[in-house]
């Protein structure tokens, strides 16, 4: 079979491997779609962990073979898999720190070499201890809609650890696709959101999405702070400090979610939560980063600032519920697919992003 073998830093070569042996309990996938995930991408550009290895996390695809103690699942099922499942009985599990894990952090699912996800294959090994994570896919869906349980999972995790009442107002700092998920799945509970991006294109789609607010700050040479002021057609300046005062009455922000990894946005958002307000970190997730922040504000302003990593099995029927259903249509965020062949490229894209490009696919044949 075909895959894209991670071979060293921003080192990817179509290669041919053999196509996986599975055992007992164990399923075969002929992948047809796998996202493009920037913890992927952090890993290939810094190469953080050693090659070989076949990335590709965000995976869907048909199922060709079944291990004899494998039930529930037959050949030809379409499915979504779930590279990390918890053990469920550990101290972390127990106090749901699902990330913390120590068989949360083993990768059930390969193409060969050490497990990494392996979705930039033909084929993938689906193992034992991660089958509770693979969701069967509606007929009435696409593989595409089924490579997104994964991204959207990790998202709704993010969201239920704030704690947000109906009609409160957060603000989502950036509208990429990670952005994007926050603002539909918060204005589907009912919370007002202020969702910020440089980009025009993407506030207009965090409209669509269900912001009720928007803010586009001024460009980075237009001044050192990202989220301090936008221009008008007039070319002054509005600042984010009297919209947030004006919308919230005073009051601040009930939350931030900082989907950008900018220190300053976080420092900001740190002074636009109201006193016990919370800041949640999604996008920080490259080691040996540091900032300087007012640690008053998480003390004596009670102002929480936590984060929230990967994702949560126990939430797989409620987000596959919702992707399925398209009362969260992920199919808008799907901007570009690229071949297998064209994965290099997808990485780019992703890791390059364009006014024009959200979600990047890498697909077996054309999905969406």
Do not use: W
Not at 100 to 121: D, H, L, M, N, V
Not at 218 to 233: C, F, I, Q, T, V
């Amino acid at each position: 079979m075909r895959a894209v073998v991670y071979r060293g830093p921003n080192d990817l070569r179509v290669e041919t491997l053999p196509v996986p042996h599975i055992r007992a309990g164990e399923i075969l996938v002929r992948v047809a779609v796998c996202g493009v995930c920037p913890t992927d991408i952090k890993k290939i550009h810094y190469g953080t962990v050693p090659p070989p290895r076949v990335f590709g996390h965000e995976t869907a695809g048909t199922i060709v073979q079944t291990g004899a103690l494998v039930r529930g699942f037959r050949a030809g099922d379409r499915v979504a898999l779930h590279h990390h499942i918890p053990c469920l009985g550990c101290h972390a599990c127990r106090h749901r720190a699902f990330a913390q894990c120590a068989q949360y952090k083993r990768t059930g699912i390969t193409a060969g070499f050490e497990p990494a996800g392996g979705g930039y294959a033909e084929y993938v090994r689906v193992m034992p201890f991660v089958l509770p994570g693979v969701v069967k896919i509606p007929a009435g869906n696409s593989f595409a809609e089924g490579a997104m349980l994964e991204p959207v999972n990790t998202v709704l995790k993010a969201v239920k650890r704030l704690a947000l009442l109906p009609e409160d107002t957060v603000l989502v700092a950036g509208q990429g696709p990670i952005g994007l998920m926050f603002t539909r799945l918060l204005s589907l509970q009912g919370i007002k959101v202020l969702a910020t991006d440089l980009l025009e294109t993407r506030l207009r789609l965090a409209k669509a999405f269900g912001a009720r607010h928007l803010f586009q700050p001024a460009s980075p040479s237009d001044g050192p702070a990202p989220l301090s002021a936008r221009k008008n057609p007039k070319g002054t300046h509005d600042s984010i400090e009297s919209l947030v005062e004006r919308i919230t009455r005073g009051r601040g922000f009930d939350a931030a979610v900082i989907a950008v990894p900018s220190a300053d946005v976080v420092r900001q958002a740190q002074r636009l939560v109201r006193g016990a307000g919370q800041v949640l970190l999604f996008s920080h997730t490259k080691r040996g980063e540091h900032a300087e922040m007012d640690l008053a504000t998480i003390c004596v302003d009670e102002k929480d600032l936590i984060g929230s990593y990967s994702a949560d099995v126990t939430l797989q029927r409620e987000v596959a519920q919702l992707i399925f259903t398209r009362k969260f249509d992920v199919r808008q965020l799907i901007t570009h697919e690229f071949p297998l062949g064209q994965t290099a490229k997808a990485v780019h894209l992703a890791a390059h992003p364009s006014a024009e490009s959200l979600k990047v696919v890498v697909v077996q044949n054309s999905v969406t």
